[in-house]
């Protein structure tokens, strides 16, 4: 009986320690496009977050407490990102890498603004989510990368001296994301100059642009902007070749991904895209990099983005001294650089990044590099 007794209270010991363990660790929801057609955006998310969480963790944790990551799945989808979102605050995690899509993040942003958890989104551009976020009160909305507004004022006047005089079409997707960009670049466009000959919505998930191909066709069309995702840009481009229509192509970040290559094809050879400044070219990113590539995985796209997300919630929590969410936020804006893969970064008080810099790439051969701007 003694025995028993002794091996009872050593077993309730255990599970006590180990409750305690857990309790320790510092949870982070990783949310982004885990299924469907831009599972490629989910994929760069959770690679990015997994190779961040196991350096800090191989390096002693945030303050000896280790980052525990829960990934879900939002489909890029409005609806299905606030069911997951209700999901993640009801288990009681206060930390959120995501959302990628804005349509996503911006209905999301109302439920952790609501449970007092700190979202910050890798990949997120549409003004409105912290703009919003600013007039509400909510501090805890936070993106560490670039707004469509400050994209539009980088490549719209670019545009219009580039192609001045030429048939300039602007097209758009019609999601928070596609819209936004594709307005932001209108918009200094026209105020550097040059008007666009047509401007319109397309509808995602079409597998058939002939009929747009042709619209294109009757305007001669020299230059195609289309805030959108790579499935519709990549057909696009397949499809004028059919029809034996060629122009420039220029989208915004979200071709950086091999699979915009394997949808358009040669079609896509010369396609431009903007990109915050190549985070793989950075010194600070080698060691992460290499890790990421000797799992077989290429940190294109946004990966870099979410491992630096986590370690800017990492360093919000060292320097709050405390996962309160608020303290965690208002640590990240206190003006001090912080150091990350994609080099330092610093937030303004909306929780937007400061000084964001592009590059302009072009695909060529199914690889894209960034090109001399002129």
Request: aromatic share 8%; hydrophobic share 40%.
């Amino acid at each position: 009986m003694k025995t028993t007794k002794f091996l009872g209270a050593a077993l309730l010991l255990a599970a006590l320690s180990t409750s305690a363990a857990y309790a320790e660790d510092i949870s982070i929801a990783v949310v982004g496009p885990m299924t469907g057609q831009l599972a490629t955006i989910g994929d760069q998310f959770k690679q990015g977050a997994q190779a961040a969480a196991e350096a800090i963790n191989a390096a002693g944790g945030v303050g000896g407490r280790q980052i525990k990551l829960d990934i879900e799945d939002d489909q890029c989808d409005p609806k299905q990102a606030v069911s997951v979102a209700n999901r993640i605050v009801g288990n009681g995690v206060k930390f959120i890498d995501g959302h990628a899509c804005s349509g996503s993040s911006i209905p999301a942003s109302a439920v952790y603004a609501e449970a007092g958890a700190l979202m910050m989104s890798p990949a997120s551009s549409n003004p409105l989510m912290t703009d919003d976020a600013a007039k509400k009160g909510w501090s805890t909305i936070m993106r560490l990368y670039t707004r469509d507004d400050a994209q539009g004022a980088f490549i719209g006047p670019w545009i219009a001296r580039k192609y001045a005089g030429k048939n300039v079409v602007v097209l758009h997707d019609k999601s928070a994301y596609g819209q936004g960009v594709a307005d932001a670049v209108k918009k200094t466009m026209n105020d550097a100059g040059l008007k666009d000959v047509l401007y319109e919505g397309i509808n995602a998930g079409e597998k058939d642009y002939s009929a747009l191909v042709t619209k294109l066709k009757d305007l001669k069309a020299d230059v195609v902007y289309f805030g959108g995702y790579h499935p519709e840009g990549g057909l696009i481009m397949r499809q004028a070749a059919e029809q034996g229509l060629k122009f420039q192509l220029i989208m915004p970040d979200s071709i950086a991904s091999p699979e915009f290559w394997q949808v358009a094809g040669p079609a896509g050879e010369g396609t431009m895209f903007v990109f915050p400044s190549d985070p793989q070219a950075r010194p600070e990113a080698r060691e992460a990099i290499e890790k990421i590539k000797g799992k077989g995985f290429a940190p294109e796209g946004f990966t870099l983005f979410s491992y630096a997300t986590i370690q800017a919630i990492a360093e919000g929590v060292k320097r709050a001294g405390s996962d309160d969410p608020a303290k965690v936020a208002a640590a990240l804006k206190d003006g001090k650089p912080i150091s990350t893969v994609v080099g330092e970064v610093v937030f303004d008080e909306k929780g937007d990044l400061k000084n964001a810099k592009y590059d302009i790439n072009q695909w060529h051969d199914g690889k894209y590099a960034p090109i001399k701007q002129d």
